[in-house]
């Protein structure tokens, strides 16, 4: 099996460009529409981050991004697969903290209607990020506001 084809359940799921991009998409609704949209502006969204996020994962936080950045950087030289698989496992040690600062409403109003498709859940299982699949799931069953 080549590496970028992962079996999730009873699916075969091929990774490619348009699975990083939906994760791209993912990253960015994290950054601009739950951080900058904090009641007190992005400065007091990250001083709540940092008060809320345990020291353990701000530092998996920090080398999460630096190894997706790495990955990034290649541009149309790298692995879509692997560069999937980074942003994925960045996004994914986003998750607690973003809940436990901003709440789980707040993410999934701000997640792009992409998210919300079930191919992009089970990338998300394959590729690892697991807290990451869950609340896609969650966004897909819930019903918009």
Not at 58 to 68: D, E, I, P
Not at 122 to 129: E, F, N, S, W
């Amino acid at each position: 099996m080549s590496n970028n084809i992962f079996v999730v359940g009873d699916k075969t799921i091929t990774v490619g460009i348009d699975d990083y991009r939906a994760l791209k998409a993912i990253e960015s609704a994290f950054t601009k529409n739950v951080i900058a949209n904090h009641v007190q502006g992005q400065d007091g969204a990250f001083k709540a981050f940092r008060k809320n996020a345990k020291l353990t994962e701000m530092f998996q936080l920090a080398a999460r991004r630096t190894a997706w950045q790495m990955q990034d950087n290649k541009g149309l030289l790298g692995k879509p697969v692997e560069q999937a698989k980074a942003l994925a496992a960045y996004c994914d040690a986003a998750v607690a903290p973003l809940k436990r600062t901003f709440g789980e409403e707040a993410i999934l109003v701000a997640l792009p209607d992409g998210a919300k498709d079930e191919r992009i859940a089970d990338v998300c299982r394959a590729l690892g990020a697991k807290n990451l699949a869950a609340l896609c799931d969650k966004a897909r069953n819930t019903p918009k506001p």
